[in-house]
């Protein structure tokens, strides 16, 4: 009796359990199988780490790392959607890890699967109550392009317009409350486990996530970056925003002007064009340090695929930067605007007084980290400290302790860090995949001081006199890095005229630097050259 009720117990339950996995996969998305597998993975890497990551066994953390790298990859992969931006964020960032992660986290700028024509038309039918044949003159049925969110059609309104139709992948939306549910549930764990400030940024991120899934919100982010464009006198005519058809829009779909151009990488097309990788560079670092200078309004994904260039409709031999994907922006304080300008300027001027001012002020207790982070490059304002030697474990345990003290007062961070330093590190990477045209630190010092609120005061002598003492230093600053620039480009073609072998720019010299120096301070081999999945054109 006890057998055959037992067996009909275990029968229900496995029955049970089948049914709520098939309802998972037909009506849910996968959420709880997806949910699932990240808890189990989480879970395993977790304990991989606590248990392996000790002095004893430095000697087998490259087969560690390799380990958790892949598996994170196949999570995310498995996973899909909003996980591959989670991993993309992990390559954008996987400098500064071991060289595992870069290795892996690389191929996740390949292109996403897309999803068939008929949810396509399922999601037009539920928020227009139309097929898309109703609404457009031609569609085309397959995808052009494909992303972790959405993907993207050519069609034609009725009047002929060719526009660019944005759709998001039906899966999302069921499955974005499970993951960002995940997501905290990870972070915390990690945080608890690795002893490490972690979770600061966590809702932050996610509400920014919410912001980019929700397609009425990307158009008027591209109306506000248009705006922006148009008041600044140096790039209007330099850069150009889609025009938004917002009465065809929904928070699922988006449709916008049609942009015949090639990515910002593709210099060989650039070169048919008739422009100099130059010019276009400094376009851009341009834009994006008018918006994190100037606006306030930062485009936060600003990958090669997001900017394209074409000849200027109005006269051809110029050319024009076309921004595109306006999903994900990130809006400073004033406050924290005006700090960030003054920040730069201190840092051309050593000025280690108002550095730590403007770090005691955000809550972070090692000005050095954030100088460094800033200029993304080692900046050193106590020269006179020794490096004493460590083994790799000592000095990722020291790192471990700095970040801790570096984040202690979390509250006081400025969460705007954690998106401009996104757009800092993918501008840094465009300009590097180009050669390094142009003294992208130069330009961005130079915006930065144009936009601070420091003027020259003529009313007292003495502050006049030390106000323009300052501008001479910065000035003189900005001079030496442009002739370190030109030395090094100098130096770079003569080194190709003679033995050949692959151009360096700028922007290569510096990554050594930031190698070198992660590797002397915390032990860390770093292979930048790992990192080329999106830059490839």
């Given at each position: 009796m006890l057998a055959s009720r037992g067996r009909k117990l275990g029968v229900g339950i496995a029955s049970s359990?089948?049914?709520?996995?098939?309802?998972?996969?037909?009506?849910?998305?996968?959420?709880?199988?997806?949910?699932?597998?990240?808890?189990?993975?989480?879970?395993?890497?977790?304990?991989?780490?606590?248990?392996?990551?000790?002095?004893?066994?430095?000697?087998?953390?490259?087969?560690?790392?390799?380990?958790?790298?892949?598996?994170?990859?196949?999570?995310?992969?498995?996973?899909?959607?909003?996980?591959?931006?989670?991993?993309?964020?992990?390559?954008?960032?996987?400098?500064?890890?071991?060289?595992?992660?870069?290795?892996?986290?690389?191929?996740?700028?390949?292109?996403?699967?897309?999803?068939?024509?008929?949810?396509?038309?399922?999601?037009?039918?539920?928020?227009?109550?139309?097929?898309?044949?109703?609404?457009?003159?031609?569609?085309?049925?397959?995808?052009l392009a494909s992303a972790s969110i959405a993907q993207v059609h050519k069609a034609k309104l009725k009047d002929g317009t060719i526009v660019a139709v944005k759709v998001q992948k039906p899966a999302i939306r069921k499955q974005m409350n499970s993951d960002l549910l995940a997501y905290k549930g990870l972070v915390l764990t990690y945080q608890y486990l690795f002893d490490l400030p972690l979770y600061w940024s966590c809702e932050y991120v996610i509400s920014h996530i919410r912001q980019e899934v929700d397609f009425m919100n990307e158009a008027k982010n591209g109306e506000e970056a248009e705006r922006n464009v148009k008041a600044e006198s140096t790039l209007r005519n330099r850069v150009h925003i889609p025009f938004i058809f917002k009465e065809y829009n929904s928070q699922r779909v988006l449709v916008a002007e049609w942009i015949d151009g090639v990515k910002l990488t593709d210099a060989k097309n650039i070169a048919k064009m008739g422009f100099s990788e130059k010019e276009v560079m400094n376009t851009t670092i341009d834009l994006f340090a008018s918006q994190i200078f100037g606006s306030g309004f930062v485009h936060s994904d600003p990958h090669p695929g997001n900017i394209l260039v074409r000849p200027h409709p109005k006269n051809a031999k110029k050319h024009q930067v076309v921004l595109l994907d306006h999903g994900l922006y990130m809006r400073e304080s004033n406050e924290f605007r005006l700090q960030y300008c003054s920040l730069w300027k201190s840092i051309f001027l050593l000025d280690q007084k108002e550095i730590e001012k403007i770090c005691s002020k955000w809550g972070l207790r090692d000005p050095e980290i954030l100088a460094s982070m800033t200029l993304q490059r080692p900046v050193s304002l106590n020269r006179g400290r020794k490096k004493v030697r460590k083994n790799s474990y000592q000095a990722q345990m020291e790192f471990k302790e700095r970040i801790k003290k570096f984040l202690s007062d979390q509250d006081s961070i400025p969460r705007e860090l954690i998106f401009l330093s996104r757009n800092m590190e993918l501008v840094r990477g465009n300009n590097k995949f180009m050669g390094s045209p142009v003294n992208r630190v130069g330009i961005m010092a130079r915006w930065a001081v144009k936009n601070s609120s420091i003027k020259k005061d003529s009313s007292h002598l003495i502050n006049y006199i030390k106000s323009t003492i300052g501008t001479l230093r910065f000035e003189t600053s900005l001079f030496l890095i442009s002739v370190a620039f030109e030395i090094q480009k100098f130096m770079d073609n003569c080194k190709i005229l003679i033995f050949g072998g692959e151009r360096r720019g700028f922007e290569d010299l510096i990554e050594d630097q930031v190698k070198e120096h992660i590797k002397q301070s915390f032990g860390v081999d770093v292979d930048s050259k790992r990192i080329t999945g999106m830059w490839k054109a």
């Open positions: 359990v089948v049914g709520l996995f098939a309802w998972d996969y037909q009506f849910n998305a996968e959420t709880i199988r997806r949910n699932l597998r990240t808890v189990y993975n989480g879970i395993h890497i977790a304990l991989d780490y606590k248990l392996n990551f000790t002095e004893k066994t430095a000697a087998s953390y490259d087969e560690l790392h390799e380990r958790v790298a892949q598996r994170l990859l196949r999570v995310c992969r498995k996973n899909g959607g909003l996980y591959i931006k989670m991993g993309q964020a992990i390559a954008t960032n996987s400098a500064v890890l071991p060289e595992p992660y870069q290795r892996a986290f690389s191929t996740l700028y390949d292109s996403a699967p897309s999803v068939p024509y008929d949810q396509v038309v399922k999601i037009f039918r539920e928020d227009f109550g139309k097929h898309p044949n109703e609404i457009f003159q031609e569609f085309s049925v397959e995808p």
